[in-house]
């Protein structure tokens, strides 16, 4: 008999029971499906918990004095640390609150005092005009970045530049508005924030740094980095440095990702597992259904390994159309679940046929039982049966 009819007689036999073929496909392709859509929610999600961590402070450090030990920042400490370390970007920057006025309209801003290299490193985009630059810091220029929220309640609208406010009293020219998206990247604040150059901050304020932002290159070992920031002012003005990361929050939010999709995928296999189950036992209930017609077979001349390669066929068959279903409830779980989650999420043809193939190695798996059954029968004995 050749191979070909041999899967002809294996397909055949799959559809001329459609109800009993449909139920037991369906536990199989619950386990496809889910596994399917774990994967192509799991690498969305591993992109978001990237995107957000790289946002917040992946290759990052941030370094503060202990002004209880006597410790303070200054602005050219910046300077300091990039003679000391080789391709970091540092800014230093200093915050507090004020008032901010314009024709009668105020609002309490988050003010920050800051140098050019804060835009760079941020990668702030501007929505309208610019962000303040490196000239603006060195002539102690009266100009002002507002984000969003500060526009809006100061003059109603998203447009500011060219137009005056007042902080503390004195005027400033507004010169650039941060867009929305990237507003709240550098210093979040409901009631917006308001940006200036560090050297007019310091004749406001007085002088003093709150914090030194250093940027590195993700390839680059910021704890490293961090340390040796540490011992860069600590040699110049002692003790009472600190500088901070957020490698241990990231690891932790990477884990707790992977320890949720690890459980979601033991569920998904148990899943398959059971639909691999159901494939063995619908195998054995048709060998035990079908002994005449195997006896018959044989004394036709049949051989053991055509039998065999008959059910193997068969039960590879009923798993791959649960892959096949499997791969259409997937698709349709991802579309619910980026819709409900509000992310872009895809399966990539690679992981739809990884999972068709993958279900048809479970059937192959769970069909090896029933199969040698099947071969193993001798001719008068299963001629002989009644179906039982």
């Known amino acids: 008999m050749r191979a070909w009819d ?5 397909l055949r036999s799959v559809f001329q029971t459609p109800v009993r073929s449909t139920l037991t496909v369906l536990g199989l ?3 496809i499906g889910a596994i399917v859509a774990i994967v192509a929610i799991g690498d969305a999600g591993q992109r978001e918990v990237e995107s957000e961590l790289g946002r917040i402070g992946v290759g990052r450090a941030w370094v503060h004095a ?21 391709d970091v970007l540092v800014s230093a920057c200093a915050r507090g609150t004020a008032y ?45 970045v507002l984000d969003a929220a500060a526009c809006i ?8 530049v060219g137009e005056t406010i007042a902080l503390a009293g004195r005027p400033f020219v507004v010169v650039g508005v941060i867009a929305p998206a990237t507003s709240e990247r550098v210093v979040p604040s409901g009631s917006g924030s308001v940006y200036i150059p560090i050297t007019v901050y310091e004749t406001l304020y007085g002088g003093g740094v709150d914090e030194l932002l250093l940027s590195v290159e993700a390839s680059r ?31 932790a939010a990477r884990r ?6 690890l459980v979601m995928t033991c569920v998904a296999v148990i899943c398959m597992l059971v639909g691999g189950i159901g494939v063995m036992n619908i195998m054995l209930v048709c060998v035990r259904e079908r002994k005449r017609e195997i006896g018959l077979m044989k004394a036709l001349g049949a051989t053991g390994r055509t039998i065999l390669l008959q059910f193997l066929l068969e039960a590879v068959a009923y798993a791959t159309l649960g892959g096949v279903l499997g791969m259409a409830a997937g698709s349709l779980l991802i579309a619910g679940a980026s ?29 090896v039982y029933p199969a040698l059954r099947a071969a193993h029968l001798m001719p008068v004995d299963a001629l002989r049966s009644d179906g039982r």
Not at 126 to 131: E, K, L, N, S, V
């Open 6 to 10: 041999v899967m002809g007689l294996a």
């Open 29 to 31: 392709s619950i386990g």
């Open 66 to 86: 202990d002004v209880q030990m006597g410790a303070a920042l200054r602005r050219q400490d910046a300077a300091l640390i990039e003679r000391g370390l080789s």
């Open 100 to 144: 901010a006025t314009r024709s009668g309209e105020d609002a309490i801003v988050q003010l920050t005092g800051c140098d050019a290299v804060m835009g760079e490193i941020e990668k702030v985009q501007m929505q309208d005009g610019r962000f303040l630059l490196a000239r603006d810091v060195e002539g102690t220029r009266p100009v002002a």
């Open 153 to 160: 309640a100061l003059f109603g609208r998203d447009e500011a």
């Open 221 to 251: 070992d910021v704890a490293a980095v961090a340390a040796r920031a540490e011992q860069i002012l600590s040699r110049r003005y002692g003790e009472g440095f600190e500088a901070v990361t957020l490698e241990a929050e990231m690891a």
């Open 256 to 261: 707790i990702l992977q320890i949720f999709l």
């Open 339 to 367: 819709r409900l989650i509000g992310i872009l999420i895809g399966a990539s043809l690679r992981t739809l046929g990884a999972a068709v193939v993958f279900s048809g190695a479970i059937g192959l798996f769970f069909g």
